[in-house]
């Protein structure tokens, strides 16, 4: 308007920014994929759809090693399992899925796509590890579990897709993920399907990401357990509030190149294992940096902020890009604030240029330190700093970031 004001000015307007739609000529994906469409997948894979050099390890029954739509996405695995139900040995290099539940979560992390076959994977490049824990009945041993699982992560894995659990904890399960988590590892696991305040171990574990099922509505799915060290919630599906056709399902990948509809927290697991690769893929490697990224750039679902049904709320992961599109320069000569604006968490990033300490200051509109955060970064690392804004109201907030490289001031607006 103040343009349009200047003499001789003939028009002035907001020059809009368009980008491609990117959507997948994959079989099943325009009829029956709700899944990726509501996490934002058609955008987000026009900024980054992962990295073959991050592989995402699926701990559970194997994988199809000969599927149509994961052939070529598979970059090895290995079996922990002595013996089937029926008490036939297994061979330790034969990780092939002879009950068909891992086939399928991994399929929603990294089927091949826009190959015009079959179903389009949550992290189209990504690669993957096929870790059998599991025998033909869909059952495992903590002990063959933290074998899997070290070996993953000994084996270069960076993301561990866990839909798996129990309701015992165990101290040799802990101790390989702390194990896999200490060597750069972000763990993600299902919450259970029992509709109760339980969260299923290894997600419970603190260096898990626990991930609870959103149906078709945005909900949290009739079955999905919750609880106070629940993360996230992601499409998991839920039948009975829809049709059964696969419209409310989770299509993906079954063994002997089919493919079915399946519900429960186990396919809501997959989904934020894929959103870790293209995090990880995308710059931001730290574990607990990544973890941050994926919770606080979530949609709120549930009540506002935090809550035991639906954590920080449902897996957005264009959300969780947004800022990835944009060159983090060295020092703090920029700085950018996201998701902005912002209605309940919000994240600050830069990029350290020296070693040292680095402080970030919370102040209203009026200037007043509201809170301030100290960590200790490494140079050339990406730094994110995250503030809880529920007990504030909307409006104008700063964010002043303080380094031995410089300081920046960022502005942040929060709506409802």
């Not at 194997?62 to 994961?70: A, C, N, Q, Y």
């Not at 898990?208 to 509505?217: K, L, M, P, W």
């Not at 934020?272 to 490697?285: L, N, P």
């Not at 920029?334 to 990033?349: D, G, K, M, R």
């Amino acid at each position: 308007d103040q343009l349009k004001g200047i003499p001789g000015m003939k028009s002035a307007e907001i020059d809009h920014i368009k980008k491609i739609n990117y959507i997948p000529n994959d079989t099943y994906y325009s009829g029956y994929q709700w899944n990726l469409k509501r996490i934002g997948f058609e955008n987000y894979t026009d900024i980054n759809d992962g990295d073959a050099s991050v592989i995402i390890a699926v701990i559970d029954s194997g994988i199809d090693i000969d599927h149509e739509d994961l052939i070529n996405k598979i970059s090895g695995g290995q079996n922990f399992v002595a013996k089937n139900s029926s008490g036939t040995p297994y061979s330790s290099n034969n990780y092939d899925d002879d009950e068909g539940h891992g086939t399928h979560c991994s399929g929603i992390i990294g089927a091949q796509t826009n190959n015009s076959t079959g179903i389009a994977g949550v992290a189209p490049k990504c690669m993957l590890y096929g870790v059998k824990v599991m025998d033909d009945t869909g059952s495992g041993y903590d002990s063959d579990i933290a074998e899997g699982i070290k070996w993953a992560a000994d084996n270069g894995a960076k993301v561990l897709s866990m839909s798996l659990g129990g309701e015992q904890a165990g101290s040799i399960l802990k101790s390989a993920c702390d194990y896999a988590y200490d060597k750069g590892c972000v763990l993600v696991a299902a919450t259970g399907n029992d509709n109760k305040e339980l969260i299923s171990y290894p997600a419970k574990y603190k260096n898990v990401i626990a991930v609870g099922a959103s149906d078709y509505g945005d909900n949290r799915a009739s079955y999905s357990n919750y609880g106070p060290e629940i993360d996230l919630v992601a499409p998991g599906g839920d039948p009975v509030d829809g049709p059964s056709d696969w419209n409310n399902w989770i299509i993906s990948t079954y063994p002997g190149d089919q493919y079915m509809g399946a519900v429960g927290t186990s396919m809501a697991c997959p989904h934020v294992a894929g959103a870790a690769g293209i995090i990880i893929s995308a710059g931001i490697t730290d574990p607990e940096q990544v973890r941050q990224v994926l919770v606080y750039s979530t949609d709120d679902v549930g009540d506002p902020g935090w809550d035991k049904e639906t954590g920080y709320g449902r897996l957005n992961i264009l959300n969780a890009l947004s800022v990835m599109n944009i060159k983090i320069q060295e020092g703090v000569s920029n700085a950018y604030c996201f998701p902005n604006p912002f209605n309940s968490y919000v994240n600050v990033i830069f990029k350290a240029r020296k070693t040292g300490d680095a402080t970030f200051t919370v102040y209203n509109e009026y200037m007043e330190e509201l809170f301030t955060d100290t960590k200790s970064v490494s140079a050339d690392q990406n730094v994110l700093f995250s503030w809880s804004s529920n007990d504030f109201k909307n409006g104008v907030y700063y964010f002043l970031v303080k380094t031995n490289g410089g300081k920046k001031l960022v502005r942040g607006v929060k709506v409802r």
